[in-house]
């Protein structure tokens, strides 16, 4: 079963950092771009961050800007985000997945939700003090 385990969430008080892990299981994902999401509590699932598959070119959302880096290697099969100076509104649910209408990519974008697969059942990011 294609899929990605996620990790690294937890609680964490506001102006903290956390450092999230996604690896790829059942399959390599080094053709694919690779997208964190999150959901919080009674919210639509949102896009966070995008890396591309070639030349690791990146994409953020405004809301996360200067905060969160993402980065990825592939040797590991895994991807990872270093959220840093994290506020409440971070709190929510993070999940990765791979982008899989578009192999090879040098572009970071993020695209339809409908894109993606190999969706793990994410990781919980809680930061309140």
């Known amino acids: 079963q294609k899929q990605f385990v996620e990790s690294g969430g937890g609680l964490v008080q506001p102006g903290g950092s956390l450092r999230l892990s996604c690896t790829a299981s059942g399959f390599t994902l080094d053709y694919y771009n690779i997208a964190w999401f999150r959901q919080a509590p009674g919210m639509k699932r949102e896009g966070v961050s995008c890396i591309s598959s070639m030349d690791d070119n990146t994409y953020y959302s405004d809301s996360v800007k200067g905060r969160f880096t993402i980065s990825r290697d592939d040797a590991q099969n895994t991807v990872y985000l270093q959220m840093n100076s994290l506020k409440p509104e971070d709190t929510a649910i993070y999940f990765c997945?791979?982008?899989?209408?578009?192999?090879?990519?040098?572009?970071?974008?993020?695209?339809?939700?409908?894109?993606?697969?190999?969706w793990g059942k994410g990781t919980l990011v809680t930061v309140s003090s």
């Open positions: 997945a791979a982008d899989i209408t578009v192999l090879g990519s040098r572009e970071a974008t993020m695209g339809d939700l409908e894109s993606y697969d190999y």
